[in-house]
């Protein structure tokens, strides 16, 4: 299953919210949504996009997992390239990590903002909500 994930803020931190679209290999999507997290920063939203994407494939029983996503700091993190060094993304990292732990195959990487609309639509909708 494909995950395209994004979080987003209005200011920094702001109300905030994350988006995610699930799309099956040819591309055609399985679940889209949005949902608001209150005031918290941008990097938190992202976080929290990647969270939340995972648990519900997982819920729609997904084992294999490719992750897309125009966060640069939360790719590199997962993909342990960068240091967690803020202790409230830490357990976010951490959650994260749990959730992926259990699964099969797991990819993420990293895309321009461009080609993640889809899910920035789903942030916008719920911000607008």
């Given at each position: 299953?494909?995950?395209?994930?994004?979080?987003?803020?209005?200011?920094?931190?702001?109300?905030?919210?994350?988006?995610?679209?699930?799309?099956?290999?040819?591309?055609?999507?399985?679940h889209?949504?949005?949902?608001k997290?209150?005031?918290?920063?941008?990097?938190?939203?992202?976080?929290?996009?990647?969270?939340?994407?995972?648990?519900?494939?997982?819920?729609?029983?997904?084992?294999?997992?490719?992750?897309?996503?125009?966060?640069?700091?939360v790719?590199?993190?997962?993909?342990?390239?960068?240091?967690?060094?803020?202790?409230?993304?830490?357990?976010?990292f951490?959650?994260?990590?749990?959730?992926?732990?259990?699964?099969?195959?797991?990819?993420?990487?990293?895309?321009?903002?461009?080609?993640?609309?889809?899910?920035?639509?789903?942030?916008?909708?719920a911000?607008?909500?």
């Amino acid at each position: 299953m494909l995950l395209y994930c994004d979080g987003g803020s209005r200011g920094n931190p702001g109300p905030a919210a994350s988006g995610m679209v699930l799309t099956d290999q040819a591309g055609t999507t399985v679940h889209a949504w949005g949902e608001k997290l209150g005031e918290t920063t941008n990097n938190v939203a992202e976080y929290t996009s990647l969270i939340r994407g995972i648990q519900k494939a997982k819920e729609l029983g997904a084992t294999d997992i490719e992750v897309s996503m125009d966060s640069k700091l939360v790719v590199e993190q997962v993909k342990r390239n960068w240091k967690v060094k803020e202790p409230h993304l830490q357990k976010l990292f951490i959650q994260a990590w749990n959730e992926i732990q259990p699964l099969k195959k797991f990819t993420i990487r990293h895309i321009p903002r461009e080609k993640n609309k889809k899910a920035d639509e789903q942030v916008n909708i719920a911000l607008d909500s």
